[in-house]
């Protein structure tokens, strides 16, 4: 049995943040106090467009017809592909967050990238189908799975959330892929989000890196202190 707690650390931002950099960051900062275990749980649905983008050749053509599909499937809850496509995702993302919980019972500090929530429906790492009955069964069925599923992963807090604020014109700037509407509602969504009223640190992720890790490691620092773990290093408490 484990005399500590072993937290769940969620980092969380509109794309262009800087949560990837973040993230590999902190599984280092991490490491210092015990065995951590990185884990995405996100949808990640966006990043199979902007990877066949990079294909020679046919790359732009093909990413730009997987991104207009999978923006047209998101909007179209409706259809039956549109349901399945979903539940697809859903399967993923629920293996990847019962791996989480495994890892953590086995004394793994948990980083998380992203974290499901349901206090903005239709928002990113929310739900993707709407609650309300459909004329396809289908959907309802797959909406019904998608809600039940997001309610037991909400129970399931995270310990601390690092909420990386950042600007749209900066977000932009980082992300010049990505569709500027769409990160303004992330980022103008992101400041609405508690997850249910866990420990919040707010960076201001417009600062350059090395202010912004610096920041995320002091945070870390006093939030495992709290906890009551120490560093380790060489194989001696620090």
Same mark, same amino acid.
């Given at each position: %049995?484990?005399?500590?707690?072993?937290?769940?650390?969620?980092?969380?931002? *509109?794309?262009?943040?800087? =949560?990837?950099?973040?993230?590999?960051?902190?599984?280092?900062?991490?490491?210092?106090?015990?065995?951590?275990?990185?884990?995405?749980?996100?949808? /990640?649905?966006?990043?199979?467009?902007?990877?066949?983008?990079?294909?020679?050749?046919?790359?732009?053509?093909?990413?730009?017809?997987?991104?207009?599909?999978?923006? &047209?499937?998101? &909007?179209?809850?409706?259809?039956? +592909?549109?349901?399945?496509?979903?539940?697809? @995702?859903?399967?993923?993302?629920?293996?990847?967050?019962?791996? %989480?919980?495994?890892?953590?019972?086995?004394?793994?500090?948990?980083?998380?990238?992203?974290?499901?929530? +349901?206090?903005?429906?239709?928002?990113?790492?929310?739900?993707?189908?709407?609650?309300?009955?459909?004329?396809?069964?289908?959907?309802?069925?797959?909406?019904?799975?998608?809600?039940?599923? @997001?309610?037991?992963?909400?129970?399931?807090?995270?310990?601390?959330?690092? =909420?990386?604020?950042?600007?749209?014109?900066?977000?932009?700037?980082?992300?010049?892929?990505?569709?500027?509407?769409? +990160?303004?509602?992330?980022?103008?969504?992101?400041?609405?989000?508690?997850?249910?009223?866990? =420990?919040?640190?707010?960076?201001?992720?417009?600062?350059?890196?090395?202010?912004?890790? *610096?920041?995320?490691? /002091?945070?870390?620092?006093?939030?495992?202190?709290?906890?009551? @773990?120490? &560093?380790?290093?060489?194989?001696?408490?620090?």
């Amino acid at each position: %049995m484990y005399t500590k707690s072993i937290p769940v650390i969620a980092v969380i931002g *509109s794309d262009g943040s800087g =949560k990837s950099t973040v993230c590999e960051h902190l599984v280092g900062t991490l490491s210092d106090y015990g065995t951590t275990s990185y884990v995405h749980l996100g949808k /990640q649905a966006g990043n199979v467009g902007r990877v066949a983008a990079n294909l020679p050749l046919i790359g732009r053509s093909v990413g730009n017809k997987i991104e207009k599909t999978r923006v &047209k499937v998101i &909007k179209t809850h409706h259809t039956t +592909l549109s349901g399945l496509v979903v539940g697809i @995702f859903l399967v993923r993302r629920v293996r990847r967050f019962r791996n %989480m919980l495994k890892l953590r019972k086995q004394g793994h500090i948990i980083l998380a990238d992203r974290y499901p929530h +349901l206090q903005v429906p239709g928002a990113y790492d929310s739900l993707t189908l709407p609650t309300t009955a459909s004329k396809n069964p289908l959907i309802n069925w797959i909406a019904k799975r998608e809600l039940n599923a @997001f309610t037991w992963m909400t129970q399931h807090r995270p310990d601390l959330v690092i =909420k990386l604020n950042v600007s749209l014109d900066v977000a932009c700037a980082r992300k010049p892929d990505h569709r500027r509407d769409a +990160l303004k509602k992330k980022i103008e969504i992101t400041p609405k989000l508690d997850f249910g009223g866990k =420990k919040i640190i707010n960076i201001d992720a417009d600062q350059p890196l090395e202010h912004v890790l *610096s920041q995320v490691d /002091q945070s870390i620092g006093e939030f495992m202190t709290e906890l009551g @773990f120490k &560093k380790v290093i060489k194989g001696e408490i620090a």
